[in-house]
């Protein structure tokens, strides 16, 4: 592998030679039906990455290849698959690709090969999805457990719950029915537990203590708020219902209460461990273990198409090189995930962790401050209802929003009518298409409260219908995507030490030692009375 030299985006040639593009392409002009046809790439897992209605031009597009290679992206990944050290802040290996397949060779970590070691986690998960199943595993009662509750936060949360609600419908349409129904309980708000724990059977429930340090409050008050609920209900050995996903060298790991645990290690970072036991334990649980299996194989597609050595062969790297022309080059602060399928309803929540924690960075790898943006704010709400929202202010508003746009062309479920004239799903996507245009070329109106500016970029990823195998190609294409992007901007994308500060007051006032007299006054009126 040749050598790897990092440097800032600032001290990249072509860089400089895209900021004298800083105008992007006219989208009137250069948006035609030809380049709707030829302007997209595979994105594996039967997902195409559409960038047709891009600000960008050939010229552009040239030069950003030319920072792909000047910024040596493919070499980066393959050290990353490699085992090098990439998570500088935590002097850590960064290996989440492993859990879905091995593109680099072996990764061996004190004497243990650690594909072996994470393949052993998923066997493990999928026999034991399958003796709850059958009823091999039951609860204390001798009844079977028929729901299954997830107790996590953050990365321990918001993935496999956003992959649960992808997938749910396809199962229920394709299986008749789910294995499980799954529940989450991640806020410390104790009306989050309460709204779940009315809902359950207790005796019937299954819960998953998933947090990988085994330390965060949050998920340690929920799990205690549980067993206190589960005992009032004459359940007296809670831990007998529960099973813990956690790192080995976490103090969950050490308890032998639990009715089973799974296992990660450190090299696998909340954010991105939806494919490991963090996400495999519940989807094998509520939508069966050849779903999730799937679902590594479509991931395992996007990460292999992630090694296409053009980059305009290659989707997330491309997805990533036009993000950071329209962040650092074009200025815009925000992108949008507009996802045209009520399934992904919670995959924009994911990615907001996934790219704010890895990219909301103000240091280099080094901990040197960077003179330009880096990580853009995340939001977005599935179409059609986000237009019924905020698509007033993506229209006509001061400030250009590049959009992501998310489609497919059948529905998960099969359940539609034809009504005047059209179906459901025509209508869904005739609304998405149409807005794709009305952002890119607008309409002009002398009444300048009716003009509709246009030069609103946006990009399609687009496939069949949402399957495990789409939905996992999804889940990495934009990790791959976010990787792509903190090596363009030279940091750090796997540690996340600005959580770290919010923690530390929240003892202080928690111990009623706050050390800030604001602090105090704020904690008085909200009730927080500490003796
Ligand atoms: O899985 P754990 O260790 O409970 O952490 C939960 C979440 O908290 C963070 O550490 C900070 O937000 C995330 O990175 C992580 O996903």
Known sequence: MGSISYRNLDQCESFHALLKEKGGASLREVLTPERVGS???????????????????????????????????????????????????????VLHHLQRGELAGPVVHEGVNLREFYVEQHEKAFEFARKVHEGVVRGPSGAPFTTVVQIGIGGSDLGPRALYYALEGYVRATKGALPMEARFISNVDPDDAAAVLSSIDPARTLFILVSKSGTTQETLTNAALVSSFLREKGITEPKRQMVVVTSKTSPLAQDPDYLAGFYIDDFIGGRYS???????????????????QELLAG?????????????????????????????????????????????LHRFPAHLQQLDMESNGKRVNRWGEPVAYPTGPIIFGEPGTNGQHSFYQLLHQGTDIVPLQFIGFVEGQTG?????????????????????????????????????????????????????????????????????FQGFLWNINSFDQEGVQLGKVLTKEVLAGTPTDPVLTAYARILGVRRS
């Open 39 to 93: 302007y997209q790439v595979p994105a594996g897992g039967g997902l195409f990455y559409n960038y047709a209605a891009k600000a960008v031009d050939e010229r552009i597009l040239s030069l950003l290849s030319d920072l792909a290679k000047e910024q040596q992206l493919l070499e980066k990944y393959r050290a990353l698959l490699a085992g090098e050290v990439m998570n500088t802040g935590e002097k850590r290996k």
């Open 299 to 343: 991931a395992h597609e996007a990460d292999r198409s992630a090694l296409e050595p053009d980059p305009r062969k290659n989707a997330a790297m491309l997805d990533a090189l036009i993000g950071v022309y329209e962040r650092n080059v074009l200025n815009h602060p925000a992108t949008a995930i507009l996802p045209y399928s009520q399934a």
């Open 274 to 292: 939806a494919t490991s036991p963090v996400g495999g334990v519940v989807l094998s649980l509520a939508l069966g273990p050849e779903v999730f």
């Open 415 to 483: 359940f539609d009518r034809e009504i005047d004239g059209s179906t459901s799903q025509q209508k869904l996507n005739a609304n998405l298409a149409a807005q794709i245009v009305a952002f890119a070329k607008g309409k002009d109106a002398e009444d300048q409260n009716k003009h509709f500016p246009g030069g609103r970029p946006s990009s399609l990823l687009y496939g069949g219908r949402l399957t495990p195998r789409t939905a996992g190609a999804l889940l990495a294409h934009y990790e791959n995507k976010v990787m």
